[in-house]
């Protein structure tokens, strides 16, 4: 069972950053893949990264590339999106996942793969 906590949310002007974080309560934690989703009002949970048990390796939604960045502390079982150069359609619920890193990250990229969920933390972005 994996317990995981968003917060960092909150309101942003077009061009500016924040940063996400997700706490973890496992004894495992480098065991999991971990990824953000986000879901805006009235559209579908969408992928935004992924990120490795042992964080070398990632993938992000084209969107975001260049802007985003997704990383891990294994040592202190959390997860962290830093989100630069912020748009108003970044706009939405932030929720961490978790599902075991041995699937693969190609695999997991998908939300229907993941068990384990936060309980979200919202990003809005102002023009």
């Known amino acids: 069972q994996v317990q995981l906590v968003e917060s960092g949310g909150g309101l942003a002007q077009a061009g500016g950053s924040l940063r996400l974080s997700c706490a973890a309560s496992?004894?495992?934690?480098?065991?999991?893949?971990l990824a953000w989703f986000r879901q805006a009002p009235g559209k579908e949970r969408e992928f935004v990264a992924v990120?490795?048990?042992?964080?070398?390796?990632?993938k992000y939604q084209d969107s975001v590339k260049g802007r985003f960045t997704i990383s891990r502390d294994n040592t202190n079982n959390t997860m962290y999106l830093q989100m630069n150069n912020l748009k108003p359609e970044d706009t939405a619920v932030y929720y961490c996942?978790?599902?075991?890193?041995?699937?693969?990250?190609?695999?997991?990229?998908?939300?229907?793969?993941?068990?384990?969920w936060g309980q979200g933390t919202q990003v809005t972005v102002s023009s």
């Open positions: 496992t004894r495992a934690f480098s065991s999991y893949g």
């Open positions: 990120i490795s048990g042992g964080g070398s390796a990632t």
């Open positions: 996942a978790a599902a075991p890193a041995s699937w693969g990250l190609d695999y997991i990229m998908e939300s229907r793969r993941y068990d384990y």
